[in-house]
């Protein structure tokens, strides 16, 4: 019984290693850091031209995000 719960325990923190060391927690969901406007023309919609502008500006890490901000959509850049 022992040696099942330290093989169990050891195959658990192998497995959290490896995810972490693959940086399976680094996706493109996890872009929270603003860097700032990206002016996009037509005017920010969700057809990808605000992510493609701030791949473009800021590295292909970056995220895209249309926001409103009063009346107006923006292209608000993530890392």
Known sequence: MA???NSMCL???LMIIF???T???KSEAA???FKGECS???????SGNCKTCCQAAWGS???GKCELEGSELHCHCYT
């Open 3 to 5: 040696k099942t719960i």
């Open 11 to 13: 195959t658990t923190i």
């Open 19 to 21: 995810v972490i060391s």
């Open 23 to 25: 940086g399976i927690p």
């Open 31 to 33: 872009c929270f850091t």
């Open 40 to 46: 996009v023309t037509p005017p920010c919609s969700s």
């Open 61 to 63: 890490g970056a995220c």
